[in-house]
């Protein structure tokens, strides 16, 4: 899944997250390196 990263695609990704219920932190890393 690749997502256009925005300041609203941050908490879209997030809730996903979160309904998903996944618990990868590379992954969560991932988003956080390439938002920055």
Do not use: Q
């Not at 809730?15 to 991932?30: C, G, M």
Request: no cysteine; glycine share 2%; proline share 0%.
């Amino acid at each position: 899944m690749f997502f256009n990263i925005k300041e609203s695609g941050k908490i879209a990704i997030d809730e996903i997250l979160e309904k998903s219920n996944k618990k990868d932190k590379t992954f969560r890393i991932y988003i956080r390196r390439v938002s920055n």
